[in-house]
């Protein structure tokens, strides 16, 4: 797998702080395997932290609905923090505010998760 990435875990919580300008369509596949291994680990409660990241497309948007989706189903969440407001806008086109929570820094979705 090339998807450059920082895991870290606090309390719990699987930090992926992505260390790629552009989530597309190729790396977007790399992403959903990233994120398909840590839930096989047992990992449920993940945080992706898209500080670094300048945009994402369509097939981004997939890998992230696709983590939400997979540990939605495991009892857990995926949470997206620091993302631009490049990023912010799609994920608003898109109609999928509902669908994430945008978080400003990692300790308020820290929070979030461990309150549920």
Do not use: C
Request: overall charge negative.
């Amino acid at each position: 797998m090339s998807i450059r990435y920082h895991k870290e875990i606090r309390n719990g919580v699987v930090i992926l702080k992505l260390q790629e300008r552009d989530l597309n369509q190729e790396k977007a596949p790399e992403l959903k395997e990233l994120l398909f291994n840590q839930l096989a680990e047992g990992s449920v409660h993940i945080i992706l932290d898209l500080a670094g990241v300048e945009d994402v497309d369509s097939s981004g948007l997939g890998a992230f609905l696709f983590g939400k989706r997979q540990a939605n189903a495991r009892g857990g969440d995926l949470l997206l923090v620091g993302a631009n407001d490049k990023i912010k806008s799609l994920i608003r086109i898109a109609q999928l505010t509902r669908v994430f929570h945008l978080f400003d820094s990692l300790e308020d979705a820290i929070r979030v998760l461990e309150e549920n």
